[in-house]
């Protein structure tokens, strides 16, 4: 599979013109190698794979590769050879990494170079040839042969034969910290036995036009490219300043030393650094996650806003590029792990599929959407921007490319319904890019019970914004002024709206009713109500009590928000203080199994250091909730703890989800009872809906 379309940061190896090595051997043909330990595996199957290159032409050997100097040339010595570790980049491709760590690459001038770092011309395609291979420079198409007696283009006929050796480069890579063998994934009865993460955004790297998102979650090149800082993100860039905006992270000191020291980034407040590494994915997955729901995430006004990009503003666009950017994440963890399809990380499209999944022990990941103008379906002054057969044809794209729920509503108004409202100089931003998207500001009333928020933003809040410089007014719009006290969206479901519900309903589809507005939200329920419609979720603590209470008695999912465990600085809440509340509404005892929502990647900070660290720190190493043994998590040269880095990146949830166990006391073993029935719970949810 080729590359993703959106991959920025893969640096192109230096190409200068320099002269091929000394001549190691006379031109022709050398004898067949000695005996030696043949490397007769999969294409796809030789990730790690340390061994020397024999090179033929045709039935010819040429000799075996050795560094020699500015290049690579022959030996007839099987002993002096050069030994060439494969790593993996996707699906039977690879870096060559040479004895010193080099990654040989296809130059200009049709000879194999010594590079530095991961670029397209160190990509090499491997294909069987018999008992040997095909080794192919992916982004020329060129055979790898012998070139005017050096290493270089051969002809069409040009094959390679490995054979195992000793003494490769390693190659940096990140360690789980985690040892023992998990848990089973399901039980005697079928059931699943583990976490699940109802609310995440593996894909970001791929949103928002591809720049305003440092770091990725995977890389072709590995944790030095995924992982490595982003100028546009430095002191006072704008990238350090919209994360400031959005995160209050400081914008004059962002010096983006992201691998290997990670200084500046992750931290549990990196809303515009990658937080979720798929070497962080597996610790978690390891730990007792069993199931994600990888929600597809942009904004067109906010990547129309941020002035460096390489791809789309699109957002259906973006969605079709994060898509497979998630199902390229998953053949190149396969090929770090045997081949096609053996990898821990399993794309699921069906309920069938998840439990399949869990019962060969690995990690189900789902796929969401969350975009607040799905299909095109704006609303600009109150008209839409979409018609119903655009929903159709819209869903029918979604479903063959796998996703099995959305949001109708996200961050703005829409021809689907009204949203729920944010606060502070973030919900500032957020309500410019309303108007930005509709024509108009958010529009509230004052009201009573369910509310959208207690108190919307201030003037105050958008002056703040619009002293950072990175947003302004439209020429002729005015300040809004809104109400004190408890204030809801006058915008509730629409006719189109209700038209998505029902197209959703007949195929099977889990609606997402976060982040709509209490009247949208309370029609929206209607309807499933009367239809008795399973197939609901309240997935990151983004909906009124009472919502949420008509969730669980549709025989819905519920998860919360991932705040800190069980204490928190004063106001703030916590995650036990969420599930007890969540467990006392009417219907809570309805609850058989319950989630946590980390929205990580979502621009949303993830739970901050401990407040007990101190006084009462959480202790390494530790006993995961899938019975694995847990040490404290190293990336680099930096080392990760819970009390001081608080979720600072994906990895984290491993030591997480055991401490809000433990801050929930004598409610501990419930709590942990129905974290790990959180992905039967969805699942069985989910089941229930495709039955409908």
Request: charged letters at 15%; one cysteine or more.
């Amino acid at each position: 599979m080729s590359t993703p379309p959106l991959r920025r940061r893969l640096v192109a190896v230096a190409t200068a013109a320099l002269v091929p090595a000394a001549l190691l051997v006379a031109a022709g043909g050398l004898p067949a190698a000695v005996a030696a330990t043949a490397v007769t595996a999969a294409p796809d199957a030789l990730d790690g794979t340390c061994a020397t290159l024999q090179v033929f032409s045709g039935s010819s050997s040429q000799g075996y590769v050795v560094r020699n100097g500015n290049g690579y040339g022959f030996t007839s010595s099987a002993a002096g050879a050069t030994p060439f570790r494969l790593e993996a980049t996707q699906l039977s491709r690879y870096m060559l990494y040479d004895a010193g760590g080099a990654p040989a690459y296809m130059s200009v001038l049709n000879w194999v170079m010594p590079g530095t770092t991961y670029g397209d011309r160190a990509d090499w395609t491997v294909a069987a040839s018999g008992a040997r291979y095909a080794v192919t420079a992916t982004a020329t198409g060129q055979r790898l042969g012998s070139y005017l007696w050096s290493l270089g283009a051969g002809g069409g006929t040009s094959t390679v034969a490995l054979a195992a050796a000793a003494g490769c480069f390693t190659p940096p890579d990140v360690a789980t910290g985690v040892t023992g063998t998990a848990a089973p994934g399901v039980d005697a009865n079928g059931r699943i036995i583990g976490a699940i993460d109802a609310h995440m955004h593996v894909t970001a790297a791929a949103g928002f036009g591809g720049q305003l998102h440092c770091g990725e979650a995977w890389s072709p090149g590995g944790v030095v490219t995924a992982l490595s800082g982003c100028a546009t993100h430095g002191s006072l860039n704008v990238g350090a300043v919209l994360e400031g905006v959005l995160a209050g992270t400081d914008i004059t000191s962002s010096p983006e030393d992201g691998w290997p020291t990670f200084g500046d980034w992750p931290q549990h407040n990196s809303e515009l650094h990658e937080q979720a590494y798929f070497r962080s994915i597996e610790r978690a997955y390891r730990s007792g996650v069993r199931v994600v729901d990888a929600l597809l995430v942009t904004n067109r006004v906010i990547c129309e806003l941020f002035p460096y990009r390489d791809g789309s503003c699109d957002e259906m666009a973006s969605v079709r590029a994060q898509a497979q950017y998630l199902r390229s994440m998953q053949d190149y963890v396969d090929a770090q792990n045997g081949g096609a399809g053996k990898g821990w990380f399993r794309i699921a499209t069906t309920p069938a599929q998840v439990r399949s999944i869990a019962a060969q022990g690995r990690l189900a990941v789902l796929v969401g959407m969350e975009i607040s103008e799905p299909f095109g379906c704006r609303e600009v002054k109150g008209v839409p921007q979409c018609t119903a057969a655009q929903v159709d044809a819209g869903l029918d794209e979604m479903q063959a490319l796998g996703v099995s729920g959305m949001f109708p509503v996200h961050k703005f108004d829409n021809a689907f319904g009204g949203t729920r409202m944010d606060g502070g100089v973030a919900g500032a931003a957020v309500n410019l890019g309303n108007l930005l998207s509709t024509g108009h500001w958010w529009e509230v009333r004052s009201c009573t019970g369910p509310a959208d928020m207690a108190q919307p933003v201030t003037n105050d809040d958008l002056a703040r914004l619009l002293s950072f410089g990175v947003m302004s007014l439209p020429a002729g719009a005015v300040l809004p002024v809104y109400p004190t006290g408890p204030t809801c969206n006058v915008r509730g479901l629409t006719p189109l709206g209700e038209h998505l519900l029902r197209q959703l309903m007949a195929r099977g589809m889990v609606v997402h009713i976060d982040h709509m507005s209490v009247r949208t939200a309370q029609a929206t329920l209607d309807i499933l109500e009367a239809a008795h419609y399973p197939g609901v979720t309240s997935d990151h603590s983004w909906s009124d009590p009472a919502i949420v209470d008509r969730v669980l008695g549709l025989g819905g999912f519920v998860a919360g928000y991932a705040y800190p465990a069980g204490e928190a600085v004063v106001g703030q809440p916590t995650f036990v203080g969420e599930w007890r509340r969540t467990r006392a509404l009417p219907h809570g005892s309805a609850i058989t199994g319950y989630g946590f929502g980390s929205d990580v990647n979502g621009l949303a900070d993830q739970a901050p250091p401990r407040v007990s660290s101190t006084t009462r720190p959480f202790a390494y190493p530790f006993t995961s909730l899938a019975g694995t043994t847990v040490s404290r998590h190293v990336m680099g040269r930096r080392t990760f703890d819970l009390n001081t880095d608080g979720v600072a990146q994906y990895g984290l949830y491993a030591d997480w989800l055991l401490d809000v166990v433990l801050e929930a006391g004598a409610d501990g073993p419930e709590l942990r009872r129905e974290l790990l029935g959180g992905a039967e719970a969805y699942t069985a949810m989910w089941e229930r809906a495709v039955a409908w």
